[in-house]
């Protein structure tokens, strides 16, 4: 069973300019959030959605937004990108029923903005 | 919201010894704790989770407690062996019992660095 695949693996953007990341959840996973991790503030949550709706947003300012796609795929995007954008962004999928909640994660994309 | 600490930051130990990491959670209402392995350059790793309902729970050299009251819950790994080393991370989320959706959001730990020396 694949797992959680991300790309690009790696991505170097210049300031102000706008970046769209993807991830492919696992077969029949129908929740996938996003997370932006760097070395000052760890594990941050940015956004979850399901069913293609977005069910749960994260403290990050509107330049960050995502969506998801009838198969489940997911994108999410970065508007007008800052120096302190750069950081890794992990996606996880997760079936999301009942008790079914794990989430397993994706190797991630490195953004690096200059 | 909820808030998670863990600690410590940094552990080092030796082949064969144990290694234990702490965390304590803020919000009553989390329910599912799970904890992630993270090693260089790759996504982290669900390598055990646990629920309210559950005071421990055991698989192989790792287990996880979980004391509801205190709102603190801990990762033990015994026997550990150098390809143990990694970042851990835990982390807290609410989760239905049974039926209806849950959600993905996950609040993490700083995380701690495990060394383990050969």
């Known amino acids: 069973k694949a797992g959680v695949t991300q790309t690009p693996r790696y991505l170097i953007k210049t300031r102000g300019q706008q970046v769209t990341l993807s991830c492919s959840p696992i077969?029949?996973?129908?929740?996938v959030s996003w997370y932006q991790q760097t070395p000052g503030q760890g594990l941050q949550f940015l956004f979850e959605?399901?069913?293609?709706?977005?069910?749960n947003k994260g403290n990050f300012p509107g330049r960050f937004s995502g969506r998801q796609f009838s198969n489940s795929r997911s994108e999410m995007n970065v508007s007008t990108l800052e120096l302190g954008d750069s950081a890794l962004y992990l996606c996880?999928?997760?079936?999301?029923?009942?008790?079914?909640?794990?989430?397993?994660f994706g190797q991630g994309t490195r953004l690096t903005v200059v | 919201g909820e808030n998670v600490e863990q600690h410590p930051s940094t552990l080092s130990v030796q082949e064969g010894d144990s290694a234990v990491i702490k965390c304590t959670y803020s919000?009553?209402?989390?329910?599912?704790f799970p904890w992630y392995k993270q090693e260089l350059g790759k996504g982290p790793q669900l390598i055990i989770d646990?629920?309210?309902?559950?005071g421990e729970k055991k698989d192989q050299r790792i287990a996880v407690t979980l004391n509801k009251t205190a709102k603190h819950f801990s990762l033990h790994i015994t026997e550990t062996q150098p390809e143990d080393s990694a970042v851990y991370f835990c982390?807290?989320?609410?989760?239905?019992?049974?039926?209806?959706?849950?959600?993905?959001?996950?609040?993490f730990g700083q995380g701690t660095i495990l060394t383990v020396h050969p």
């Open positions: 996880a999928s997760s079936l999301a029923v009942g008790a079914s909640t794990e989430a397993f």
């Open positions: 077969s029949g996973h129908r929740s």
């Open positions: 959605y399901f069913s293609e709706t977005q069910r």
């Open positions: 919000d009553s209402a989390s329910n599912y």
């Open positions: 646990i629920r309210s309902n559950v």
């Open positions: 982390a807290a989320s609410f989760a239905p019992d049974a039926g209806g959706t849950s959600y993905g959001k996950l609040t």
